[in-house]
C-alpha cells in the first residue's frame, strides 16, 4: 500500500464476489448476447463455432461494444 501511494496509484479492494466488475464475466455477456439468445444449434459443433467466430470477431466487429463493456471506469458509493 505504501509503494501505491508512492507511485500515485490508487488500489480499489472489491468484494470477493462481483460479477459486475469482473471483466471476464463482461466478455461473456456479449458472446451470449452474440451468440445464445434466441439462438439455436442443430449441432455441438455449431454451437462451438459460433462462440469461436464471435470472439474471433473482437477486434473487428465487436470492437465498439467491448469498448464500453470493458471500461474500468466504476460507479463508488
Not at 496509484?9 to 455477456?29: A, C, D, G, Q
Not at 458472446?31 to 462462440?51: H, Q, R
Not at 467466430?53 to 470493458?70: G, I, M, P, V, Y
Request: a positive charge; charged letters at 25%; hydrophobic letters at 40%.
Amino acid at each position: 500500500m505504501e509503494l501505491a501511494k508512492k507511485i500515485n496509484m490508487e488500489l480499489m479492494f472489491l468484494p470477493p464476489y462481483s460479477p459486475n466488475l469482473n471483466l471476464i464475466e463482461r466478455l461473456w455477456k456479449l458472446v451470449k448476447k452474440e451468440c445464445l439468445y434466441s439462438k439455436y444449434y442443430e449441432t455441438f459443433d455449431d454451437f462451438k463455432g459460433a462462440i469461436s467466430e464471435c470472439l474471433a470477431k473482437t477486434h473487428t466487429t465487436h470492437k465498439n461494444a467491448l469498448d464500453s463493456l470493458l471500461t474500468l471506469n466504476f460507479q463508488t458509493f
